[in-house]
């Protein structure tokens, strides 16, 4: 108890000792060089989904919300997480869909209340230089076309449109 053996594929084991263990997230420190190691459990269709995260669930064109027409990129949420694309620069159409050679952000979401709160990997060199990066955005409108955020104290916003489903 308290403790975690995990062994690589070469064979090696790195032992661990847990220091923080919750139903979302579990904080291990690695017993020989006390590196402080942290774990977040990805949500996934075993666990249910909120009546306003069912809403956002499927993918969104992130437009610009000056104008509210103008796509900044291609978000999809589904199941506790999200991929945020890049837009192709001659495609800015709302019904278009996802390009998935063109990845700019993945992580984890959900909604507590009125806040969406997301969690994602920041840094591009190496998996040692990456950081966990968590955003909390107030919901101002959610419906099934439109969705509305804001930062709380910035001027912030993110909007999103979806396409109309025949």
């Known amino acids: 108890p308290g403790k975690l053996t995990l062994t690589e594929k070469s064979g090696m084991e790195k032992h661990f000792v847990l ?17 402080l190691f942290h774990f977040k459990r990805l949500k996934n269709a075993r666990y249910d989904l909120s009546e306003k995260e069912k ?3 499927g993918q969104w ?9 103008s796509v900044i990129a291609r978000v999809n949420f589904e199941d506790g997480q999200f ?14 869909n996802a390009n998935p050679n063109f990845v700019n952000a993945v992580g984890n979401w959900k ?7 997301l969690e994602y990997a920041a ?3 190496d998996l040692w230089d ?3 990066e968590t955003e909390r955005w107030n919901i101002k409108q959610l419906d099934f ?9 910035t001027r912030l916003k993110m909007q999103f449109k979806r396409k109309r489903e025949k």
């Open 130 to 132: 990456k950081t966990t």
């Open 61 to 69: 064109a992130e437009v610009n919300p000056t104008d509210g027409a």
């Open 123 to 125: 840094g591009f060199k």
């Open 83 to 96: 991929t945020r694309y890049y837009v192709d620069r001659y495609d800015k159409r709302i019904s278009s």
């Open 19 to 35: 220091k923080n263990v919750h139903k979302y997230d579990m904080k291990l420190v690695e017993y020989d060089t006390e590196q």
């Open 111 to 117: 909604i507590e209340d009125d806040v969406l709160i």
């Open 145 to 153: 076309r439109n969705f509305l955020l804001t930062k709380e104290n």
């Open 55 to 57: 809403i956002v669930s």
